[in-house]
């Protein structure tokens, strides 16, 4: 039954001094009564869509300043750049779109969880574009990481580029991770969603 696993989390969490986080037990507090009154069924359908919210409200936050992180970072740093042709390559065009398809596609999102009875339909489509993007970005970081291994054998003045790349190229799969937690937190929320 989900209403005893609700309280037996809430109940744990205590026990072993891991609370739920104090904002999350404000929002449950404030259930309305109608919802209180209706059963204990009801009462844990209404705190997992709450609990299920604000995890996607964490999420969205974690990857704006993932977000905000890369942004500072140059493109060259993010693909790469061996020398080789100017950054108006279809990569590196693709890689900022991308980026900034995240940053629309979060708007979208932080817009659409805020109505007071969000689209699931429109959740999934957020879902969807977010889980599209993440799988483009990790082919890049795979790109990266091939080619740092065939550069590998190059001389050594190269190791302090291969370096710098190797660490974006670990920002940037840390971003992707962000941006794929946020998808599959967004199916989480809408689980808990009436079907519509």
Not at 38 to 63: K, N
Not at 153 to 169: H, N, P
Not at 186 to 193: D, E, P, Y
Request: charge should be negative.
């Amino acid at each position: 039954m989900l209403h005893k696993a609700i309280w037996r989390y809430w109940y744990q969490g205590f026990l072993v001094g891991n609370p739920l986080d104090w904002e999350l037990q404000r929002r449950v507090a404030l259930i309305d009564d109608a919802i209180w009154n209706a059963g204990p069924e009801a009462v844990a359908a209404e705190i997992e869509r709450i609990r299920r919210l604000f995890e996607l409200e964490q999420e969205v936050a974690r990857l704006k300043e993932h977000l905000a992180a890369v942004e500072h970072i140059p493109v060259a740093a993010l693909i790469g750049d061996n020398g080789g042709p100017p950054l108006e390559d279809a990569p590196a065009r693709a890689f900022q779109t991308d980026l900034m398809l995240i940053w629309t596609e979060a708007e979208k999102l932080e817009e659409e969880i805020a109505k007071p009875s969000p689209s699931p339909s429109q959740l999934e489509k957020i879902a969807k574009a977010l889980w599209d993007i993440s799988r483009r970005m990790a082919a890049y970081c795979g790109s990266i990481a091939d080619g740092m291994i065939r550069e590998g054998s190059k001389e050594l003045a190269k190791a302090g580029a291969k370096w710098t790349a190797g660490a974006t190229a670990v920002t940037v799969t840390a971003q992707t991770e962000s941006v794929q937690s946020v998808a599959k937190a967004i199916w989480a929320f809408v689980k808990t969603l009436p079907p519509g």
